[in-house]
C-alpha cells in the first residue's frame, strides 16, 4: 500500500506571495491532518479534515486555510507569506474509528517551505 | 488546553537502555502516542497507550499512568540507528480528538 504523499517536497517563495501545498493519503484513510513543523515551536497542529470538512482548527491565524476532496485528497493554503511561516509543513493521514477509538497517524515526508 | 513535557535531549550508550518521560496535561485523554522522527525525515508511529500499564513491541515499550499524567518510552538494546527525535502525542477528547505533541526529545547514542 501506497504511504502518505506531498507536493511539492521543496518550495521557495517571497513575502506576501501565496502558496497551496498538496497532500493524498493513505487509500482508505480519510482523515487528513496538517502539522507545522519548525525548530523553535516543534510539531504544531493546524487542521485536521475528513469527509470534505474541517473537524478540527489549531491556533494558526486565518492566512492559513485548507480543504479536502470528495477522494480524501486534501490541500492547504498560505496567503501573504511571512517569513515566520518557513517550516516543514507534514500531513497525515489515519483511519476513523466508529465509536470514539483513534487510529495512529501516518506521516507523508513534508513540504520544506523556505519564505524569502 | 494542554501541556506536554519531554527532556530536549539525552545521551546514551550503544548496547544500553534508555528511558525518555513525557508528562501531559489535558482534559479529555484519549490516548498517547510515541513517534520517532529521524533528522530530515517524516514522524513514524512507535507505540500507543490508552489502559495504564506497559505495551512492549519488541525493542520499545511504552508505560501509561492516566492518574499521574505520565507516560515513558523505554528502549532496550540501543542501537546507533535509534538516534533520532521522540515525539510524545496526547489526543484529547475534549478537543475533537486532536493531536498535540510534546516538543520531542532527541536521543543521541554514542559507541
Known amino acids: 500500500k501506497a504511504g502518505v504523499t506531498q507536493t511539492p517536497r521543496y518550495l521557495i517563495k517571497t513575502r506576501g506571495q501565496q502558496v497551496t501545498l498538496s497532500c493524498s493519503p493513505i487509500s482508505g484513510h480519510r482523515s487528513v491532518s496538517w502539522y507545522q513543523q519548525t525548530p523553535g515551536q516543534g510539531l504544531q497542529f493546524l487542521f485536521e479534515?475528513?469527509?470534505?470538512?474541517?473537524?478540527n482548527k489549531g491556533n494558526f491565524p486565518g492566512r492559513f486555510s485548507g480543504r479536502q476532496f470528495s477522494n480524501s485528497r486534501s490541500e492547504m493554503n498560505v496567503s501573504t507569506l511571512e517569513l515566520g511561516d518557513s517550516a516543514l509543513y507534514l500531513c497525515a493521514s489515519s483511519l476513523v474509528a466508529r465509536s470514539g477509538g483513534v487510529y495512529e497517524q501516518y506521516f507523508g515526508p513534508g513540504t520544506r517551505l523556505t519564505v524569502t | 488546553g494542554q501541556n506536554i513535557d519531554q527532556p530536549t535531549e539525552m545521551t546514551a550508550t550503544e548496547g544500553a537502555i534508555v528511558q525518555i518521560n513525557c508528562t501531559y496535561q489535558?482534559?479529555?485523554?484519549?490516548?498517547l502516542f510515541w513517534y520517532q522522527q529521524h533528522a530530515g525525515e517524516a514522524p513514524t508511529f512507535l507505540s500507543y497507550n490508552v489502559l495504564d500499564g506497559l505495551e512492549e513491541k519488541g525493542r520499545f515499550s511504552s508505560f501509561l499512568s492516566r492518574s499521574k499524567g505520565y507516560s515513558y518510552l523505554l528502549l532496550k538494546e540501543l542501537q546507533m540507528k535509534d538516534s533520532a527525535s521522540y515525539l510524545c502525542?496526547?489526543?484529547?477528547?475534549?478537543?475533537?480528538?486532536?493531536?498535540?505533541f510534546g516538543g520531542g526529545t532527541r536521543l543521541m547514542v554514542k559507541p
Open positions: 479534515y475528513f469527509s470534505e470538512t474541517q473537524r
Open positions: 502525542a496526547v489526543r484529547d477528547s475534549d478537543a475533537g480528538n486532536m493531536l498535540t
Open positions: 489535558t482534559s479529555g485523554f484519549n490516548g
